[in-house]
Nanobody, 125 residues
Framework: QVQLVESGGGLVQAGGSLRLSCAAS????????MGWYRQAPGNQRELVAT???????HYADSVKGRFTISRDNAKNTVYLQMNSLKPDDTAIYYC???????????????????WGQGTQVTVSS
């Protein structure tokens, strides 16, 4: 079993900063890609940023230059540093990870896609 737990969300004024964290735990063999997605009320969930295990990053155009994704493989944790926040950044932010999970008996592993429960980010004008 694998769990992803996000933290760091909150209320901030426009122009401010927040740092989100997502820690994976459980029967993990390895974590491949990790990323952040967000969903505002009435909208589809959208990509914010992704990062491979080797550190290759990708950002949505709307956050380029303002957000930075990083990861600490030893801690099974991914971060999202959000600077120059705008009201349009208001959303629930979800952590995602592609993980090789150990089987219950420890005799093998399988790869699956996991999501956290989300953390609310609210940016006031």
């Amino acid at each position: 079993q694998v769990q992803l737990v996000e933290s760091g969300g909150g209320l901030v004024q426009a122009g401010g900063s927040l740092r989100l964290s997502c820690a994976a735990s459980g029967s993990i063999f390895s974590i491949n890609a990790m990323g952040w997605y967000r969903q505002a009320p009435g909208n589809q969930r959208e990509l914010v940023a992704t990062i491979t295990r080797g550190g290759t990053t990708h950002y949505a155009d709307s956050v380029k230059g303002r957000f930075t994704i990083s990861r600490d493989n030893a801690k099974n944790t991914v971060y999202l540093q959000m600077n120059s926040l705008k009201p349009d950044d208001t959303a629930i932010y979800y952590c995602n990870a592609l993980i090789f999970v150990l089987t219950a008996g420890g005799g093998g592993a399988y790869e699956d896609d996991y999501w956290g429960q989300g953390t609310q980010v609210t940016v006031s004008s």
